[in-house]
């Protein structure tokens, strides 16, 4: 029998993580699905866990995981980097308060240290996550060039608000023809304005994007990118370059969504590596150290839209002064810059400067020795991606985009994932992998012991 039509049983799952399914029961109480994001769910139910150090977590039934998760990819200095709690510990004595809720020092000194990384990023602006920094982006691009359109890639994810919640995982048969994809909406409650103000581009399909670019310019403000796509299907250089010129001369904002790729992709991320300057970058994830962060950066001249005026304040329509605050862009948040983050964001630095390097190394070697494994198992496999992140796709032909992807063997994988759980190998089945300083040799040695049972003793 093929591998791919042997069924799968959930007995061992259901066995090992008994306490997961009575927490889950309970959660189910208070949380809609016992969860508080829905991504974080996976059937029969999710793993709970307890504890985590290093690269490793641990569920409430006393199981060990190597974590290849990492937070969506956070975790770079992986669980609870010494450096960081030492720094934290620091800074609050040093600071005297966790929180000014004033402008305050270091964030100059990290805008500046981001700068020497992302040299597009002129200037920069914090946020509290990812979400948000995506935001302030489109409002910026919006408020930059009059235009209200957006123009986002079919299969990228930008948060999960209404403006870009459109066609991350489309039915195929739904998402219209390959080359002028169709906006499916991604939830329920969308307003329908913002289906008519979205346009969905072919990811790696220049013919395709151009048309679409082309036809609607004069009312698309930005296009919206995840250079590589879900952080492991790369554009090519020809691809991305090609973009960069086609939306300078349309006059349209080009974006990097480098929520998952920034300092994953080489310190520098994507752009680094394309050697391609965007208009407006958005980072997030791993230079917060698992706490929450978004930095938004790019050419002074759009950034300057969210400047205040200096003389008031937008809020001040004291002495019979009219409101001005149509006339500057509105972005606020009582976090923004949190003085605590900002000092593990620098020693996350700190610590990818002396060992991210290590980390590309021996996330080479982990994509080296799984695509053996699979090579002399006999299933078609790459280890798909740039940088410490990957994902296991099981196919030999090219994936470029989404719909690639769709054709490769999901339902194998998905056996695979579960069955890994069993050995102690985490990653949210489907997943893509991401590594961290943590892991070491000692892991990957036991990662790849863990495939080599699943593909030939339990498949
Ligand atoms: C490319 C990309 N953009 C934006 C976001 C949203 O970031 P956050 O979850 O911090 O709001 C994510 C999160 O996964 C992401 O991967």
């Known amino acids: 029998m093929a591998v791919d039509q042997i069924s799968f049983d959930f007995y061992e799952f259901l066995?090992?993580?008994?306490?997961?399914?009575?927490?889950?029961?309970?959660?189910?109480?208070?949380?809609?699905?016992?969860?508080?994001?829905?991504?974080?769910?996976?059937?029969?139910?999710?793993?709970?866990?307890?504890?985590?150090?290093?690269?490793?977590?641990?569920?409430?039934?006393?199981?060990?995981?190597?974590?290849?998760?990492?937070?969506?990819?956070a975790l770079m200095i992986g669980h609870n980097h010494p450096k960081m709690k030492e720094r934290i510990v620091k800074q609050l004595e040093e600071d005297g308060t966790n929180l000014f809720g004033t402008p305050h020092e270091r964030e100059y000194r990290l805008a500046k240290r981001i700068q020497s990384y992302y040299p597009s990023m002129e200037m920069v602006r914090y946020t509290n996550s990812g979400t948000e920094g995506t935001l302030l982006a489109i409002r910026l691009a919006n408020a930059y060039t009059g235009k209200q359109k957006i123009a986002k890639f079919e299969g990228?994810?930008?948060?999960?608000?209404?403006?870009v919640l459109f066609s991350i995982n489309p039915d195929p048969k739904k998402a219209g023809p390959i080359h002028t994809p169709t906006p499916i909406p991604e939830s329920k409650g969308i307003d329908p304005y913002y289906e008519k103000n979205i346009l969905i581009l072919p990811f790696n399909d220049l013919k395709g994007t151009e048309a679409i670019l082309n036809e609607h310019k004069d009312e698309i403000a930005a296009v919206i990118?995840?250079?590589?796509?879900?952080?492991?299907?790369?554009?090519?250089?020809?691809?991305?370059?090609?973009?960069?010129?086609i939306t300078e001369q349309l006059g349209i904002i080009l974006i990097f969504d480098e929520v998952k790729t920034g300092f994953r992709i080489g310190i520098g991320?994507?752009?680094s590596m394309y050697g391609v300057k965007p208009d407006l970058t958005v980072l997030g994830k791993v230079i917060g150290g698992g706490f929450p962060i978004g930095i938004v950066g790019g050419k002074k001249e759009i950034m300057m839209e969210s400047g205040p005026k200096h003389s008031s304040d937008v809020f001040d329509v004291s002495q019979g002064k009219k409101?001005?605050?149509?006339?500057?862009?509105?972005?606020?948040?009582?976090?923004n810059g949190h003085p605590t983050i900002l000092a593990v964001a620098d020693t996350v630095l700190d610590i990818l400067e002396e060992e991210g390097k290590e980390v590309l190394k021996r996330t080479e070697r982990l994509k080296k020795g799984l695509e053996d494994l699979f090579r002399k198992r006999g299933i078609p496999m790459q280890a798909l991606g740039k940088g410490t992140i990957?994902?296991?796709?099981?196919t030999e032909k090219d994936v470029k985009n989404y719909r690639d992807l769709q054709n490769s063997n999901l339902s194998l994988r998905k056996k695979i994932d579960y069955l890994l759980l069993n050995e102690g190998i985490y990653t949210k089945p489907m997943n893509r992998y991401s590594l961290s300083v943590a892991h070491g040799d000692r892991e990957i040695e036991r990662t790849l012991d863990a495939y080599q049972n699943v593909l030939y003793k339990k498949l």
């Open 156 to 163: 990228h994810y930008h948060g999960g608000y209404d403006k």
């Open 269 to 271: 991320g994507a752009q």
């Open 225 to 245: 990118i995840e250079p590589i796509q879900g952080g492991f299907i790369p554009a090519t250089p020809a691809f991305i370059q090609g973009l960069r010129k």
């Open 390 to 394: 990957f994902s296991v796709v099981l």
């Open 15 to 73: 066995h090992r993580t008994e306490k997961s399914r009575e927490w889950l029961k309970k959660a189910v109480e208070v949380m809609p699905g016992g969860v508080t994001a829905n991504i974080k769910s996976f059937a029969p139910y999710p793993i709970i866990m307890k504890h985590g150090h290093g690269a490793y977590l641990e569920d409430v039934d006393g199981n060990e995981y190597i974590d290849y998760l990492l937070a969506y990819g």
């Open 323 to 335: 409101t001005t605050a149509t006339e500057v862009l509105f972005h606020s948040g009582t976090y």
